[in-house]
């Protein structure tokens, strides 16, 4: 079965400080598909990273970066030096055709606030 | 922002009733996906169209229906309102959905059930 695990609720950091947000994922398919989408307390989910079942290389982006591990099912992103507007909910997300659609499946979310 | 614009951005509607959800596409994506969102939980499939087909369905009753339209634009339909539909409904379009590609949400339309 397809599953999408974020373990932290809630962190709270200062800035400046880095933090990781921990995604573990579950799927039968070797093609697959993980993402991460940042919500805002306005709703709108906004797309920050996709990777591929084949891509197993860390990608970094300014102050993100993510830790794609196959051999743990894991798809971990480090925010380096936090700030204010870092304050959100981060979700981290499934893609596969196991139920013969590319749905995406969501963990429950990590809300990080980061305090001034 | 993404191009994917959804309306009405807020709403209240009375438990029994019937709601219209309605979102635009992303110019040149013919791939339209529905999502609720409960308080404190992840986005959950409801379905997908692609070329005006349903072409996927979550785990959602019947009166959970849609549509698509020849601009690929999309309506989420609700019958028969519950108080557990009470939620952030998100419309996400993408080119070729079918294929994993990236998904780009609107802003949602947030639905209160009385």
């Known amino acids: 079965a397809q599953k999408v695990t974020q373990a932290q609720t809630e962190i709270s950091v200062v800035e400046k400080e880095d933090v990781t947000l921990d995604c573990v994922y579950e799927t039968r398919d070797t093609t697959y598909y993980l993402f991460w989408y940042k919500q805002p307390p306005s709703g709108e989910l906004v797309f920050l990273i996709r990777?591929?079942?084949?891509?197993?290389q860390n990608e970094i982006s300014g102050r993100y970066s993510w830790n794609f591990q196959k051999s743990t099912s894991s798809f971990n992103f480090t925010i380096t030096a936090s700030q204010v507007v870092d304050s959100a909910v981060y979700f981290c997300a499934l893609s596969d055709a196991t139920s013969g659609t590319y749905k995406y499946i969501f963990g429950t979310g990590t809300r990080l606030k980061v305090l001034a | 922002e993404t191009g994917v614009t959804q309306s009405p951005t807020h709403l209240i509607k009375t438990r029994g009733q019937q709601v219209t959800l309605r979102c635009s596409s992303q110019s040149g994506h013919n791939t339209v996906s529905w999502y609720q969102q409960a308080l404190g939980q992840g986005p959950q499939f409801i379905f997908q169209y692609y070329r005006e087909e349903e072409n996927g369905r979550g785990n959602f009753p019947p009166r959970f229906s849609g549509l698509q339209f020849p601009n690929y634009s999309s309506e989420l339909n609700v019958n028969a309102l519950e108080l557990d539909d009470s939620a952030l409904y998100l419309c996400?379009?993408?080119?070729?959905?079918?294929?994993?590609?990236?998904?780009?949400f609107g802003e949602g339309s947030w639905l209160t059930v009385v």
């Open positions: 996400a379009s993408s080119f070729e959905g079918f294929s994993g590609n990236t998904i780009y």
């Open positions: 990777r591929n079942s084949f891509d197993e």
